[in-house]
């Protein structure tokens, strides 16, 4: 069974950072590619980034929004996602999702864990 | 990247079909055979409903349905169920340098 735990949330002033884990299971994460979505409060789905496999080349995309302070990597040899966030705004707050992209979208996705950007 | 447009909700009494629609461009939608469908119940995760346009992941009952004409999508859910009220969200591939796009939303009421 696929498993996607989010970790690492929580309330951060404006202009700081944090780091979000997403330890995975259930199928071979080192082939797979990744993709973090979130969901500010009351609103619609949005992408934040997604990384490919090693053997697709390892490399990163991300959303304007996020662009230049938001990094995604990954630790294959521990099975997991991290989204290191920095210059953190308001306008971040949101549930942050880890997902599996394939076929164009996200098929499998994690519960879940909530960054609140707040002074 | 501009948003997919989706109805912002529908309804339907238990036992009936909905249809929701979700309309992009050549970019996106029409460009490709790659959209999702999620189903969203409130304070959950998303789940996927259907990809590539319509296939099913295993699970997934055979009462929803996906399609796609030109540059509009659709889901189709067929005798309705209480269980069926939720937001829904479509998503569509936009190429090998993008993310894709995601669809603002439809929240589904069973009457």
């Known amino acids: 069974e696929v498993q996607l735990v989010e970790s690492g949330g929580g309330l951060v002033k404006p202009g700081g950072s944090l780091r979000l884990s997403c330890a995975a299971s259930?199928?071979?994460?080192?082939?797979?590619?990744m993709s973090w979505v979130r969901q500010a409060p009351g609103k619609g789905l949005e992408w934040v980034g997604r990384?490919?496999?090693?053997?697709?080349?390892?490399?990163?995309d991300y959303a304007a929004p996020v662009k230049g302070r938001f990094t995604i990597s990954r630790d294959d040899s521990k099975n997991t996602l991290y989204l290191q966030m920095n210059s953190l705004k308001t306008e971040d707050t949101a549930v942050y999702y880890c997902?599996?992209?394939?076929?164009?979208?996200?098929?499998?996705w994690g519960q879940g864990t909530l960054v609140t950007v707040s002074s | 990247q501009s948003a997919l447009t989706q109805p912002p909700s529908a309804s339907g009494s238990p036992g009936q079909s909905v249809t929701i629609s979700c309309t992009g461009t050549?970019?996106?939608?029409?460009?490709?055979?790659?959209v999702s469908w999620y189903q969203q119940h409130p304070g959950k995760a998303p789940k996927l409903m259907i990809y590539?346009?319509?296939k099913r992941p295993s699970g997934v009952p055979d009462r929803f349905s996906g399609s796609k004409s030109g540059n509009t999508a659709s889901l189709t859910v067929s005798g309705l169920q209480a269980e069926d009220e939720a937001d829904y969200y479509c998503?569509?591939?936009?190429?090998?340098?993008?993310?894709?796009?995601f669809g603002g939303g439809t929240k589904l009421t069973v009457l």
């Open positions: 590539e346009v319509s």
């Open positions: 259930g199928f071979t994460f080192s082939n797979a590619w």
């Open positions: 997902t599996t992209y394939c076929s164009g979208g996200n098929c499998y």
């Open positions: 990384i490919k496999s090693k053997t697709d080349g390892g490399t990163t």
């Open positions: 998503s569509s591939y936009a190429g090998s340098n993008t993310l894709g796009v």
């Open positions: 050549s970019s996106d939608v029409g460009g490709y055979n790659y």
